[in-house]
């Protein structure tokens, strides 16, 4: 949870690059045609530094696709598939973990 | 009240289209989001975890009921239907989109609401007193000063792009509720002892990795020389402050490493040469900026009337939150209110559109159409007659914010942390609950006393933890969030940083942890009026931390 | 990169003259301030001299060659780095210095208005799109809240004086052909 602005490039497990979408800032996640997904489960997932360097630098390439495109720790499993790594990234999949306040 | 002139709306039409066209430009992909990143944190723009994040500027934290109404409606409209106030008296909403902003932005111009310069390396809200204008406590209303170095320092050609965001803040009462010991400049207003209204100048306070209170470096600057003076201080800051370290930038560094004799020294030679120039304040000046300041035409009316003499005597809850909302107004027969945003289990700060259009009403009916938003994260209606009060109450208690914890344990000061920050190691909301469901007995609250608790989910300290007299801040350590506890903080004019207790503490431990403290100064307090961060000074850690981390070590 | 002089795309009368070769007579040359720290002569010269000064070095150092200087060029090294804007404002006001003083390094559309208010009067602009669009970019504010030596009105003098605010021409000397 090391605000990945500073990370320094290390990859430990499997990753996936994610971003912001640049129009309104939707968290979308890079696929392996070059392009972006809202869905987690439709991300590329590579195992090394230098296929995660790659897919970042492609990445941040598109400046106008994505915002502040970095790596990010994912966890496979058998049964769910593809989920986030950390808390960051569940918060980041799923939202904030407390209740937003209803208007009425 | 400011009254914008011709001047003030045209420059803010000018500064919303020439936003308009950066968005364009950005989307159109003809500026990069390296060029475009500046330009968007001068419009309180930030890219946060889920969305963009629009920080709105409320001017030393005053508003009018169609200011009001107009941000709920950007909640409706722009937003998920709710916004945030925060610690310095702007105002957030977490999900919005890029390519709505420039139409909100347009919206919010109408009513003088922006962006402009609430983030970013440039000079931000000039923060004041939420009770200022109203507090007996004053010497005279800051707010004129305020706008006064807001206007100087709004798009200012020199200092837009500073090594470091850059924080003004000013009180004119002896009690501090504006922190400015944590402020880049902070401003007190007072007079001599020759009976001359003027400042004292500090600089170098400052929150975040290494935290500074700021040391003065002018005893009394007369009125005349504001402008001036602080054109000095940016002068020497934009030059000397250190642009290759983000961490170092940050004026507080730069006053620490050459020495405050240095620096005053640095700051007086550039001031002499400019202080009889252009920004030398006449009379007329500062009249035509102070003649468009509208008060409220009070009416004559006697102080207490019977009726809520009465009222506190026979309503026990209505007397529970006259003691803890209910202030002393300068004018007789009106009385200034403050709504609770700690409401138990909820976010602290944050408040609904519903609840924005509802005090707006309440607003118009009860305060002169006016609100002040406090640092603290609560709001303030600051022109209640008071033999309205229990009519306002009800009305408060309708809608959520007549909780009478007013600086109890439960009013929180939180940043968003986590949960939205993308700077954020660790949440902060969740924790702030919890601790709000721990003490959800007021009795207990108020056994307590004044305790102000300051939660922040990373060391950029928005939350301003390390003045909390208890303070929380949230780090990461092996993927898991854990929380640093220190205790003996303030803000106000007897500042001072707090001190750590001990080993972070994981998430499920903070409120067991706040407890312990609460329950430590409970048997040691030597009267129940000695106030918590009174017996911490007196006291020091120790018996704070071997309350805590006895149970903790296994022992 | 493009120059930029009242608000037009113009040709560069001036060389930058970077390395040790001698400066030749008559050419209009922009020297490092180390060249000119070592050949103090280059000022004696009939044609005109300038220089560039770093963004880090107190331009008090440059005060005793200002009425020679036909030209000093600051540095912008990133957008961000506004350290030049103070360093021309004591140029101009402080030292009263009238010859063309030049932005150079990472110059942006959105900078131009802050440049121009500050003291510079021309720009190496780094895109040549916001060079082509210079002057209408300059045209976005028409109201200014603070007093800098460009002579523009202020709001506050406006405010006094309830006239009609009239963006003043910026410096005079820019709108003159050389």
Not at chain 2, 93 to 105: Q, R, T, V
Not at chain 2, 188 to 195: F, V
Not at chain 2, 249 to 254: D, G, N, P, V
Not at chain 2, 491 to 501: P, R, V, Y
Request: glycine share 8%.
């Amino acid at each position: 949870m090391t605000s990945p602005l500073e990370q320094k490039l290390k990859v430990k497990g499997p990753v996936v690059v994610t971003a912001n979408r640049l129009r309104d800032g939707v968290v979308i996640y890079r696929t392996a045609d070059a392009g972006w997904t809202t869905d987690l489960a439709a991300a590329v997932v590579v195992t090394t530094t230098p296929a995660a360097h790659e897919l970042l630098k492609a990445a941040v390439a598109d400046d106008v696709g994505a915002v502040q495109p970095y790596v990010a720790p994912v966890e496979l499993t058998p049964d769910r598939g593809v989920l986030p790594g950390n808390l960051r990234e569940r918060i980041r999949v799923g939202g904030p973990t407390i209740e937003l306040p209803l208007s009425a | 009240m400011y009254v914008y002139d011709e001047f003030d709306w045209t420059f803010l039409e000018q500064r919303v289209a020439e936003f308009r066209d950066q968005v364009r430009r950005r989307l159109a992909g003809e500026l990069t989001e390296d060029e475009f990143k500046l330009l968007r944190l001068l419009n309180g723009v930030y890219l946060q975890l889920h969305a963009y994040m629009l920080r709105i500027g409320i001017p030393y934290g005053t508003l009018s009921s169609d200011q009001l109404r107009a941000l709920a409606y950007v909640a409706r409209r722009y937003d998920r239907g709710y916004g945030h106030f925060t610690t310095r008296q702007n105002i957030q909403f977490h999900w919005i989109k890029l390519e709505e902003l420039p139409d909100a932005m347009e919206y919010l111009g109408r009513v003088r609401l922006h962006g402009i310069q609430t983030s970013g390396n440039s000079i931000r809200n000039i923060t004041t007193d939420q009770w200022a204008g109203v507090t007996p406590e004053e010497i005279e209303d800051p707010r004129i000063w305020a706008e006064l170095v807001r206007q100087h320092c709004t798009l200012h050609p020199e200092f837009s792009f500073l090594p470091r965001k850059f924080k003004i803040a000013i009180t004119a009462a002896a009690h501090d509720r504006a922190a400015i010991k944590i402020h880049d400049i902070g401003l007190r207003l007072y007079r001599n002892a020759a009976g001359e209204a003027g400042f004292e100048v500090g600089v170098g306070g400052g929150l975040g990795r290494i935290p500074y209170l700021s040391q003065t470096i002018k005893r009394f600057l007369p009125k005349r020389d504001l402008l001036s003076y602080v054109e000095a201080i940016l002068r020497v800051y934009n030059q000397y402050g250190r642009r290759d370290n983000i961490h170092k930038a940050r004026i507080k560094i730069l006053v620490h490493q050459i020495g405050v004799e240095k620096f005053a020294q640095e700051v007086e030679e550039e001031w002499q040469g400019i202080k009889d120039g252009p920004l030398a304040l006449a009379p007329a000046a500062i009249a035509e900026i102070a003649a468009r300041f509208r008060y409220p035409d009070y009416e004559k009316l006697d102080g207490n009337p019977d009726s809520l003499t009465s009222a506190r005597l026979t309503d026990r809850a209505f007397a529970t939150w006259f003691n803890s909302a209910v202030s002393r107004h300068k004018v007789p027969g009106y009385a200034i209110v403050t709504l609770s945003l700690k409401p138990e289990g909820g976010t602290p700060g944050d408040a609904t559109a519903a609840q924005m259009e509802a005090v707006a009403d309440l607003a118009d009916r009860y305060s002169f159409g006016e609100i002040r938003v406090g640092h603290e994260q609560n709001l303030v209606l600051p022109h209640v007659r008071q033999r309205d009060l229990v009519e306002l109450w009800h009305a408060l208690d309708a809608i959520g914010v007549a909780v009478p914890n007013i600086n109890l344990i439960s009013d929180i000061i939180a940043c968003p942390g986590l949960d939205y920050c993308s700077l954020a190691n660790a949440r902060s909301i969740p924790v702030a609950q919890e601790i709000t469901r721990r003490f959800r007995d007021l009795d207990t609250a108020r056994s307590l006393g004044r305790l102000h608790i300051n939660i922040s989910g990373c060391i950029n300290a928005c939350g301003h933890h390390h003045v909390g007299h208890i303070g929380i801040l949230g780090v990461e350590k092996n993927g898991e969030e854990y929380y640093q506890v220190t205790i003996g903080g303030r803000a106000d004019e007897k500042a001072e940083l707090g001190t750590l207790i001990g080993p972070a503490v994981p998430y499920a431990d903070v409120a067991d942890v706040v407890e312990d403290i609460a329950a430590a100064y409970m048997e040691l307090r030597q009267r129940p009026d000695e106030l918590f961060i009174d017996a911490v000074k007196r006291l020091g850690v120790e018996p704070f931390r071997e309350r805590v981390y006895a149970a903790r070590q296994g022992g | 990169m493009r120059l930029v002089k009242a608000g037009r795309i113009v040709e560069d009368r001036f060389v930058h003259w970077l390395d040790d070769v001698p400066v030749p007579e008559g050419a209009a040359v922009i020297v490092p301030h180390g060249r000119l720290a070592a050949e103090p002569d280059l000022l004696r010269r009939s044609a005109p001299t300038g220089v560039i000064w770093p963004n880090d070095r107190k331009v008090s150092d440059l005060a005793p060659y200002v009425d020679r200087l036909a030209l000093i060029a600051l540095v912008f090294p990133v957008f961000k780095d506004g350290r030049a804007f103070s360093q021309a404002r004591i140029l101009r006001e402080q030292y009263r210095f009238a010859g063309e003083l030049r932005a150079t390094g990472q110059v942006l559309r959105d900078q131009f208005v802050f440049m121009l208010r500050a003291g510079f009067d021309t720009f190496e602009v780094t895109k040549d799109s916001d060079a082509a669009a210079f002057a209408e970019t300059i045209r976005r504010y028409s109201i200014f809240y603070q007093p800098t030596g460009d002579g523009r009105h202020t709001a506050l003098t406006a405010r006094l004086n309830r006239a009609p605010v009239v963006a003043a021409p910026v410096r005079e000397r820019t709108l003159q052909e050389t």
